[in-house]
């Protein structure tokens, strides 16, 4: 009897599952597929070609895939490599506290490929994967002018506090703040335009909407009253370091493929007025997909001209990590980041980190997020490239998960106070 189990069958999306097939001819090339429905019924699927060892088995955390999407030894590659029938769609979970992805794995003991046409599975079976542990609180945030969700963990608390924000789709992303919830943060998940009642397109910064989000977080009587963490990515990353930069309220932050300054819209706060170093348009290119390169459309922040738009991160009360896909094709964010990196020594300021990751592209999300190397962006008239490679950017984010998490939890956690 064929078996194929998948474990853990309920899970959060974070964890890794262990697949493994039995019962089958010994040297047999056999397909592993993975497919899901996303929350507006777009398909995504992956598929892996094995061969079965002498006792007929197949360990995925042991056997290689020898052809498919990947190949080698990849426990998670057919969460990696779920990619859309539909062209440069993102699978981005929506609803996290009410549902589930369901996953479906199908086994199939010949050698196929997708089809409309094709036999029934020998085996298949279905996975959970969550985006907030059981007793994880969603609050809807609408206060002042702040709209968000903050996600509260299960438990009394306090908690640290963490401010989290995405880029240039803008509206409000909540999958990565519930995962944090999941691994006891209160996170806040900040919406800053094209969501609700705020501002359709992000013509300026005006910092103090984001010092009252951090106030309202730190008010809430499960969340550390001393300070917040921020994590970032893209333009929300430019956001964070100027957080960082200027506001008391931030004891650490992380940026995910960001800048060094700010770029292409005004960043107001108090007395103070930053302009944008204008967009480089003409400087876009057109693959031959049809998809947009950005990466180089930014000026040179090196440049005497622009000097009084880079971030003072030396003010920044407390650490800074830069986390940078080598193969960014979204921003140089390399670059930006040794330029920050190259300030902060300058001026003394010894906390401020750059962790890089060759092959890895713009959107590092949480680990069993599928690679996603192209996808449309409602502001935008083509698809934009992100870049990266499959494994070497899905493994990326693996090791950045676990950083982002380490990071926040040792700057924010109120220090132990001594008993003498």
Same mark, same amino acid.
């Given at each position: 009897?064929?078996?194929?189990?998948?474990?853990?069958?309920i899970?959060?999306a974070?964890?890794?599952?262990?697949?493994?097939?039995?019962?089958?001819?010994?040297q047999?090339?056999?397909?592993?597929?993975?497919?899901?429905?996303?929350?507006?019924?777009?398909?995504?699927?992956?598929q892996?070609?094995?061969k /079965?060892?002498?006792?007929?088995?197949?360990?995925l955390?042991?056997?290689?895939?020898i052809?498919g999407?990947?190949?080698?030894?990849?426990?998670?590659?057919?969460?990696?490599? &779920?990619?859309?029938?539909?062209?440069?769609l993102?699978?981005?979970?929506?609803?996290?506290?009410?549902?589930?992805f369901?996953?479906h794995?199908?086994?199939?003991?010949?050698?196929?490929?997708?089809?409309?046409?094709?036999?029934?599975?020998?085996?298949?079976?279905?996975?959970?994967?969550?985006?907030? /542990?059981?007793g994880?609180?969603?609050?809807?945030?609408?206060e002042?002018?702040?709209?968000?969700?903050?996600?509260?963990p299960?438990?009394?608390g306090?908690f640290?506090?963490?401010?989290d924000?995405?880029g240039?789709v803008?509206?409000?992303?909540?999958?990565?703040?519930?995962? &944090?919830?999941?691994?006891?943060?209160?996170?806040?998940?900040?919406a800053?335009?094209?969501y609700?009642?705020?501002?359709?397109?992000?013509?300026?910064?005006?910092?103090t909407?984001?010092?009252?989000?951090?106030?309202?977080?730190?008010?809430?009587?499960?969340?550390?009253?001393?300070?917040?963490?921020?994590?970032?990515?893209?333009?929300?990353a430019?956001?964070?370091?100027a957080?960082?930069?200027?506001?008391?309220?931030?004891?650490?932050?992380?940026c995910?493929?960001?800048?060094?300054?700010?770029?292409g819209?005004?960043?107001?706060?108090?007395d103070?007025?930053?302009?944008?170093?204008?967009?480089?348009?003409?400087?876009?290119l057109?693959?031959?997909?049809?998809?947009?390169?950005i990466?180089?459309?930014?000026?040179?922040?090196?440049s005497?001209?622009?000097?009084?738009?880079?971030l003072?991160?030396?003010?920044?009360?407390?650490?800074?990590l830069?986390?940078?896909?080598?193969?960014?094709?979204?921003?140089?964010?390399?670059?930006?980041?040794?330029?920050?990196?190259?300030r902060?020594?300058?001026?003394?300021?010894?906390?401020?980190?750059v962790?890089?990751?060759?092959?890895a592209?713009?959107?590092?999300?949480?680990?069993?997020?599928?690679?996603?190397?192209?996808?449309?962006?409602?502001?935008?008239?083509?698809?934009?490239?992100w870049?990266?490679?499959?494994?070497?950017?899905?493994?990326?984010?693996?090791?950045?998960?676990?950083?982002?998490?380490?990071?926040?939890?040792?700057?924010?956690?109120?220090?132990?106070?001594?008993?003498?």
């Open positions: 009897m064929i078996g194929l189990t998948a474990t853990p069958e899970a959060l974070d964890e890794p599952v262990r697949i493994r097939a039995w019962g089958l001819p010994p047999q090339l056999i397909t592993l597929k993975a497919w899901l429905k996303d929350e507006k019924g777009k398909i995504f699927r992956s892996a070609f094995y /079965t060892d002498t006792e007929g088995k197949v360990d955390d042991r056997t290689p895939a052809g999407d990947f190949q080698g030894v990849c426990p998670m590659g057919l969460f990696w490599a &779920l990619k859309p029938v539909t062209p440069f993102r699978l981005m979970k929506r609803d996290v506290i009410g549902s589930p369901h996953v794995l199908e086994l199939y003991p010949n050698m196929v490929f997708f089809s409309d046409s094709e036999d029934p599975p020998a085996v298949k079976t279905v996975l959970e994967r969550w985006y907030v /542990t059981p994880v609180q969603r609050i809807q945030i609408r002042g002018r702040v709209r968000g969700a903050l996600f509260l299960p438990g009394e306090p640290p506090g963490v401010i924000m995405f240039g803008g509206g409000l992303v909540e999958f990565r703040s519930g995962l &944090l919830a999941s691994r006891g943060f209160a996170s806040l998940a900040l800053y335009f094209a609700d009642d705020l501002p359709k397109f992000l013509g300026s910064i005006d910092l909407y984001f010092e009252e989000a951090a106030q309202i977080l730190l008010r809430n009587p499960k969340v550390l009253s001393d300070g917040v963490g921020v994590v970032a990515v893209c333009k929300g430019e956001i964070a370091l957080m960082a930069s200027y506001l008391p309220q931030v004891k650490a932050t992380i995910i493929n960001g800048t060094n300054a700010i770029n819209t005004v960043l107001t706060y108090k103070l007025c930053v302009e944008g170093i204008p967009y480089e348009v003409e400087k876009v057109v693959t031959d997909i049809g998809a947009m390169d990466s180089h459309m930014m000026a040179d922040t090196r005497p001209e622009y000097q009084d738009s880079i003072p991160l030396e003010k920044a009360k407390g650490p800074i830069f986390l940078v896909g080598e193969k960014d094709h979204n921003y140089d964010s390399l670059k930006f980041a040794k330029e920050a990196l190259a902060a020594n300058k001026f003394g300021k010894s906390n401020v980190y962790r890089s990751f060759p092959g592209g713009h959107l590092l999300e949480p680990p069993g997020a599928p690679f996603c190397m192209v996808s449309q962006s409602p502001f935008f008239p083509l698809p934009l490239m870049g990266g490679e499959l494994l070497a950017h899905c493994r990326a984010q693996d090791t950045c998960w676990s950083e982002t998490q380490d990071f926040l939890r040792t700057n924010i956690t109120r220090p132990r106070q001594s008993k003498l």
